[in-house]
């Protein structure tokens, strides 16, 4: 595997840390192999952790962390090889109760985990760098308290040769209002430290009527979050310096002096946008940008600040960097007294802050206690890691994808530039609404929503990663290596986490650990920030149609995946699981025996007001279904719990069938039947793991029928969207940008032909609406709004292009006796179903559950 590395900055990196996933193919590598990375003149040593495993148990995503040297825009090609396994040192620690001793071979950190976090003492050359009181991460709560964290758990994550990972959990106050996890990071032979902090409010919001906004009474309001290091600076001679950027100048702090960067709001043109709106519906910031002070008087200030902050003497000292400063503002750093202070939520803010019921937020902070200034900066602009197309494509870890160059069309093309340049870029469009500070960061703007907006600010909305443009920038992060897609990804993949999913595990089943809904469509988000549903919207809308919450017609997780398999970030491996649990839920329901009872009765009265014999359904083919099926799949993936197959299966099995009458189903009509189409991309991609785990059994003959039937029905019946404008509600760009996923379907059917006239059928229709798609979009100036560019790059990718392989090999021919599509309203199939609902239900309940949905209904 070829790996390409670049240092970004003109800063030299000494033994920086990198992290990152490369695939592997079948069989090619164990999970206790080793490697080191070479070029011709060096070699590296590299820590490896498998992510994911292919069917022989082999590696299929491989986490490599190693360390590197970079001389300022440097870049080099590096071989990852396999060598033989030595037992090599690692990072030595040692234990006593909750007090660890960790030495990297550079510098010692003690940790007392009993009382403080990060570090109680740090040691280079046998120097303390810290005093006695260490550091410590404190909370101030709104009535002034100060609340010291208190840690409940210490696990050892990880251990390598170059990483020594600690995960840790605890809460802040005895009231469990506010929790926090945090993972700390140690390197070998380094004084590098890197502290990823999330502070969680794991409280189910009250919402009520389905209604989310700022002010929620299970909101939790605080004054202050920061970290700090009291230096020891005995003999008052260490040098404090500065960097508003890396590209800016270094400058010195005079001694003695108290000194502040605080960064308000975001320093762009729409600094006070709306969007910044809190629950007494006020933007409450007042200055445009940072200021920096010093002995509490402003001697200058800027828009946009990414500090380094370095303490030392001679050429070595502390490097302190919070990465992404002035995008999740706001943020402050400070000294005083000997404590260089990290203001994550700082309280010079001129707003209390809120973490809304089932909110968190991710922070990282990195130090360097051995650092010079001329190699300051570890963490304000990674290392970019890059990965050879072809043998992406050669290892065919991504399932279904091409990472290679070829087969990507000129209309495609125009449609990434756009993505990434100029106005109607994603990081434009973030502008307009100023999509920054710690709540927004990594959002899409959903300027689609606001095209017959009328006012003198632009209507914000939230997209929530819809479509999941996740998993798109990371496909083409991997098919071009351009770090600009990564960066698109990362950001909104850490922001999904956080903000758009509920973290709670208390509210109503259906909605703990969803993923909330974009902004209800062409309404502003009003104060419910990320969560679709505002109290304003009551007087824009028919009351009886707001409010709402978490749906499993809106959840995506393979780019969450994708991050995982390229991060090794446990928490979006733990996303994923739990939005598969969540949506298979959400879709059938909660599993409690009122539950049951009441959709029992609700079966009853279906049956009475029905014909016997007509279609009935136990789930939509909608995007809901196809959804669940395709989330379900990505948890086998990151788990290799086959019962995420089984029940991928079952909701197959629950919704269609090969001998379905289709005509009956009125998949003509777009408006209510449109989103068939996602449910067929999610069956096969059922297929797809099927055959990779060569499992070509009943299930799999059974999906493929389903498969090839409704594909061929589309191949009679189906014709581009905008050819009947008149039983379209909204006849615009995005029904254009929806038929790309028709081609997709026959691009992808084309694997699963019987013979080679089904092959060719199947591919020119692939070609037809491929064509058809982008010639529609050409003649709309709307073209590049975010919903039709996240459509395109979910589905355009496929090239439009000749799909026919030249062999002879075709799958069996379709089985002709499948029996009659269960799906008719009749009483043995109420009873059937009903029965399997108890059954389910009796497996799971418990009387907590019972007693927790009743009280959701009640209360």
């Given at each position: 595997m070829k790996i390409n590395l670049r240092n970004p900055s003109n800063t030299r990196r000494i033994q920086e840390p990198v992290t990152f996933g490369v695939p592997c193919p079948q069989s090619s590598v164990q999970s206790d192999s080793q490697f080191v990375l070479r070029d011709h003149n060096r070699t590296i040593v590299v820590q490896t952790t498998p992510l994911s495993l292919w069917p022989d148990k082999s590696v299929k995503w491989l986490l490599c962390d190693f360390l590197v040297d970079l001389d300022p825009e440097e870049r080099i090609l590096l071989t990852l090889d396999h060598c033989k396994s030595e037992k090599?040192?690692?990072?030595?620690?040692?234990s006593n109760g909750r007090n660890y001793e960790v030495n990297t071979g550079a510098a010692l950190f003690t940790l007392d985990f009993s009382k403080r976090l990060p570090f109680k003492q740090v040691q280079v050359d046998g120097q303390d760098v810290l005093t006695k009181d260490g550091s410590q991460i404190r909370l101030k709560n709104q009535i002034n308290q100060t609340l010291v964290s208190s840690i409940d758990t210490v696990d050892v994550e990880s251990q390598g040769d170059i990483r020594l990972s600690f995960s840790l959990s605890g809460r802040f106050g005895t009231d469990n209002q506010l929790i926090f996890r945090a993972r700390l990071h140690f390197y070998a032979n380094t004084a590098k430290s890197c502290l990823e902090f999330t502070l969680h409010n794991p409280n189910s919001a009250v919402h009520p009527d389905g209604l989310w906004d700022l002010g929620d009474p299970s909101s939790v309001l605080f004054k202050e979050l920061a970290l700090s290091l009291v230096l020891n600076n005995t003999n008052q001679d260490d040098e404090v310096r500065f960097q508003l950027a890396p590209e800016k100048q270094w400058q010195t702090i005079t001694s003695n002096n108290t000194f502040r960067i605080n960064q308000e709001s975001s320093?762009?043109?729409?600094?006070?946008?709306?969007n910044h709106r809190?629950?007494?519906?006020?933007v409450p910031m007042t200055k445009r940008g940072y200021s920096v002070s010093q002995n509490g008087?402003?001697?200058?200030?800027?828009?946009?600040?990414?500090?380094i902050v370095w303490v030392g003497r001679g050429?070595?000292?502390?490097?302190l960097v919070v990465p992404r400063f002035w995008q999740e503002f706001p943020k402050a750093l400070d000294i005083d007294s000997n404590a260089l202070n990290v203001s994550l939520f700082p309280e010079c803010y001129p707003d209390l802050h809120e973490l809304q019921g089932g909110e968190q937020k991710t922070h990282n902070v990195y130090f360097d206690f051995a650092s010079s200034q001329e190699d300051a900066g570890w963490g304000v602009e990674p290392i970019q890691v890059s990965l050879d197309p072809q043998t992406i494509n050669d290892t065919k870890a991504i399932r279904g994808l091409t990472c290679c160059e070829a087969g990507v069309s000129q209309e495609y093309q125009e449609f990434l530039s756009a993505a990434l340049e100029g106005q109607n870029s994603f990081f434009s469009k973030c502008e307009a609404v100023d999509e920054y500070g710690w709540r927004n960061y990594g959002e899409l703007y959903a300027d689609h929503e606001g095209v017959n907006h009328k006012g003198d600010k632009p209507l914000v909305s939230h997209y929530n990663n819809q479509y999941d443009p996740i998993s798109s920038f990371y496909r083409e992060f991997l098919r071009t290596g351009d770090s600009r897609w990564s960066e698109l990804a990362f950001n909104l993949a850490r922001h999904v986490i956080d903000i758009d999913i509920n973290n709670t595990d208390q509210d109503r089943e259906e909605y703990c650990h969803g993923l909330f809904w974009h902004t209800d469509h062409y309404l502003d988000a009003g104060t419910a920030t990320h969560r679709m549903a505002s109290r304003e919207h009551l007087a824009q809308k028919n009351p009886a149609f707001c409010g709402g919450?978490?749906?499993?017609?809106?959840?995506?997780?393979?780019?969450?995946m994708l991050h995982y398999c390229l991060t090794g970030d446990p928490s979006c491996r733990e996303a994923v699981i739990r939005l598969a649990k969540w949506s298979v839920l959400a879709l059938r329901g909660p599993q409690t025996i009122l539950a049951s009872l009441l959709r029992c009765k609700n079966r009853i009265s279906q049956y009475r007001g029905k014909s016997s014999g007509e279609?009935?359904?136990d789930f939509p083919i909608s995007r809901g279904t196809g959804n669940c099926i395709s989330v379900c799949l990505d948890a086998f993936e990151l788990s290799g719990e086959k019962h995420f197959i089984n029940t991928a299966f079952s909701l197959i099995s629950e919704t269609v069938h090969p001998a379905d009458d289709i005509e009956k189903r009125d998949l003509l009509n777009a408006e209510y039947c449109w989103s068939y189409t996602v449910f067929l991309v999610a069956l096969v991609k059922f297929l797809e793991v099927k055959r990779e785990l060569n499992e070509l059994d009943q299930n799999y003959v059974y999906a493929r029928d389903c498969l090839l039937q409704y594909v061929m029905w589309m191949e009679q019946n189906e014709y581009p969207y905008l050819e009947k404008p008149k039983i379209l509600e909204y006849p615009n760009e995005t029904w254009a940008a929806q038929d790309l996923r028709k081609s997709l379907i026959f691009h992808k059917a084309v694997n699963y032909a019987t013979s080679r006239e089904m092959r060719e059928r199947f591919n020119e229709r692939e070609i037809y609406f491929y064509q058809a798609s982008f010639a529609e979009l050409e003649k709309w100036d709307s073209k590049y709004l975010t919903r039709p560019l996240v459509l395109v790059l979910q589905n355009g990718w496929i090239g439009g292009t000749s799909n026919l392989e030249d062999n002879d090999s075709f799958e069996t021919e379709m089985i002709d006796d499948w029996g009659l599509s269960p799906f008719r309203?009749?009483?043995?199939?109420?009873?059937?179903r009903q029965l399997l609902d108890f059954k389910r239900v009796l497996s799971q309940t418990n009387i907590k559950r019972e007693w927790s949905w009743l009280r959701a209904r009640l209360l």
């Open positions: 090599k040192a690692g990072i030595n620690y040692s320093g762009g043109e729409n600094w006070d946008s709306h809190n629950r007494d519906g006020r008087q402003v001697v200058s200030e800027g828009k946009r600040a990414q500090p050429k070595r000292g502390l490097t919450g978490p749906g499993a017609e809106h959840c995506y997780a393979n780019g969450l279609i009935w359904l309203y009749n009483f043995v199939e109420m009873l059937r």
